[in-house]
Nanobody, 120 residues
Framework: QVQVVESGGGLVQAGESLRLSCVTS????????MGWYRQAPGKQRELVAA???????NYADSVKGRFTISRGNAENTVYLQMNSLKPEDTAVYYC??????????????WGQGTQVTVSS
């Protein structure tokens, strides 16, 4: 089983920064990509940032220039540095990991989310 755990959420004031961490565990053979999604109350979950094993990144237009996704020293770790936070960034942030476990089976695992609240 693949497990995904997020951490780093909290309550901050507009303009402040937060750094979210995501760590996967389990019998993971490889990770194709990891990413961050967010969901605000009453809204659909949306992609915030993604990072492939090849190093390619993708960001939502609303966070470009403010958020940065990066890989940790371990392949199973990814961070989301969030700068210049705005009230509209308030949401539950979820980490997602896709790849292969042994025996070779594809997986698509989600963490339970970490709350980010930005006050004006």
């Amino acid at each position: 089983q693949v497990q995904v755990v997020e951490s780093g959420g909290g309550l901050v004031q507009a303009g402040e920064s937060l750094r979210l961490s995501c760590v996967t565990s389990g019998s993971i053979f490889s990770i194709s990509a990891m990413g961050w999604y967010r969901q605000a109350p009453g809204k659909q979950r949306e992609l915030v940032a993604a990072l492939t094993s090849g190093g390619s990144t993708n960001y939502a237009d609303s966070v470009k220039g403010r958020f940065t996704i990066s890989r940790g020293n371990a392949e199973n770790t990814v961070y989301l540095q969030m700068n210049s936070l705005k009230p509209e960034d308030t949401a539950v942030y979820y980490c997602n990991a896709v790849g292969v476990v042994a025996p070779p089976i594809e997986y698509d695992a989600w963490g339970q989310g970490t709350q980010v609240t930005v006050s004006s």
